[in-house]
């Protein structure tokens, strides 16, 4: 007579080993789509931008060879952690050609507490509205009272092909002596 046991044991076995693999293709399952769905989440986080931040501003011809600076917008890709905004202002920056015949740009914010500043041909000076300081045409502090801790921040500038004036657009960070970018 055979055992009952015995002949259960085959059975048995095969169940654990199916519950086994069905355990197994349910955590795949789970986890593979959520693997991705991750790397979709965190990818702006880890791209790093090819760009070497100049910014086509303006066409050499459209400034005046006078030496006064002229406001021009930047308009760039702007790009944060999740979305792209194609050909939107990102700010703006002065443009002056100097007696040398360079081109010299600032960026138009105030290095005291962020405020745009405004070039007044008469007495020929930079002014800023919230506090009243003062900058030279060089971005130069005009005025030993004025609250800015430093200058204006020059801009890197490239003339390309003779005719396209590129900027290295950055923003610094406001009431430093020291000129510190803007992560
Ligand atoms: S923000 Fe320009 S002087 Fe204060």
């Not at 199916?18 to 989440?41: E, N, R, T, W, Y």
């Not at 070039?119 to 130069?140: D, M, Q, R």
């Not at 490239?158 to 900027?167: F, L």
Request: neutral net charge; aromatic residues 8%.
């Amino acid at each position: 007579m055979k055992d009952a046991t015995n002949i259960a044991q085959p059975d048995s076995r095969r169940d654990f080993v199916k519950k086994l693999l069905a355990s197994v293709i349910s955590i795949l399952v789970s986890v593979v789509p959520f693997g991705a769905g991750l790397i979709v989440l965190l990818d702006p986080l880890r791209r790093k931008s090819s760009d070497s931040g100049f910014v086509r501003v303006a066409s050499l011809a459209a400034l005046p060879s006078d030496g006064i600076p002229r406001q021009f917008p930047v308009i760039a890709t702007r790009i944060d952690a999740w979305n792209t905004f194609s050909q939107a202002p990102i700010g703006a920056v002065y443009l002056r050609r100097t007696s040398d015949g360079q081109v010299q740009a600032f960026n138009v914010v105030c290095p005291h507490a962020g405020c745009n500043v405004d070039f007044l041909p008469e007495p020929g000076h930079y002014h800023c509205p919230c506090h009243n300081s003062t900058f030279s045409v060089a971005g130069k502090i005009d005025d030993p009272s004025s609250p800015a801790a430093r200058g204006l921040d020059a801009l890197e500038v490239e003339v390309r092909g003779g005719e396209e004036i590129w900027v290295k657009y950055q923003n610094f960070q406001a009431g430093r002596a020291e000129k510190i970018p803007v992560a």
